[in-house]
């Protein structure tokens, strides 16, 4: 059970049966009564009884997983923003990645939601990427603290970076729950660890870049 979003049971076992089909298969690929089967409701319109429609349903697995975790990075911005020393680009892609991470290194079963995550960016899905909302907020003190460790990027280069971030952690985290599904083995939890060190330390280099200097608009 989330501790934060309180669901019935019912509720709660669509909401992972609908998270572990469409990592499996893809959002278009899964239709409504087969998550009420795989949930063990015996009425197929049970996602319409519970939450009124696929859109109600993703709504709802949004709320579940990224209300949590948008609290956990606002508890460690807290944690970072209250020390004597100021934060440095590394510690901010810390507090984007790691609320992430707990749940592939943890169980696996929490995971599965970040394949639609990735699949509702590729889609320029507006539920996601509004910033100033209960799953999301902590973006927003987020771009404020990149703006103090990034002073030598304009406002549209770090805008640009940042995004580039954001679709990167995403992406990268999604493809990780795929390789733990397939290949267990090799994705143990050490593994991830070790993983998640090697894309900290890329992500910070690549913000901390020197800005790009002045070309040709033709030129790359």
Not at 3 to 17: Q, S
Request: proline share 4%.
């Amino acid at each position: 059970m989330n501790a934060i979003i309180r669901l019935t049971d019912a509720k709660e076992a669509l909401i992972r049966a609908a998270e572990k089909l469409i990592a499996e298969r893809g959002l278009d690929a899964v239709s409504d009564r087969e998550i009420a089967r795989a949930a063990g409701q015996k009425n197929n319109s049970a996602v319409q009884y519970h939450f009124g429609d696929r859109a109600g349903l993703i709504n709802a697995i949004l709320d579940f997983r990224m209300i949590p975790l948008n609290q956990k990075r606002h508890e460690m911005l807290d944690e970072l923003l209250n020390r004597k020393e100021p934060p440095t680009t590394r510690d901010l892609v810390k507090v984007l990645l790691l609320p992430y991470m707990e749940n592939l290194t943890g169980s696996r079963e929490d995971s599965s939601y970040t394949s639609l995550v990735s699949q509702l960016f590729q889609r320029g899905n507006q539920q996601i990427v509004a910033m100033d909302t209960p799953r999301s907020s902590s973006l927003v003190r987020m771009t404020e603290a990149f703006a103090t460790t990034l002073p030598h990027l304009s406002f549209k280069e770090r805008h640009a970076r940042l995004t580039f971030l954001g679709s990167m952690v995403v992406h990268t985290v999604a493809r990780w729950d795929q390789q733990c599904r397939l290949d267990p083995e090799t994705w143990t939890p050490e593994h991830i660890v070790q993983q998640t060190r090697f894309l900290i330390e890329f992500l910070a280099g690549g913000m901390d870049q020197d800005a790009l200097q002045r070309e040709p608009k033709s030129r790359l």
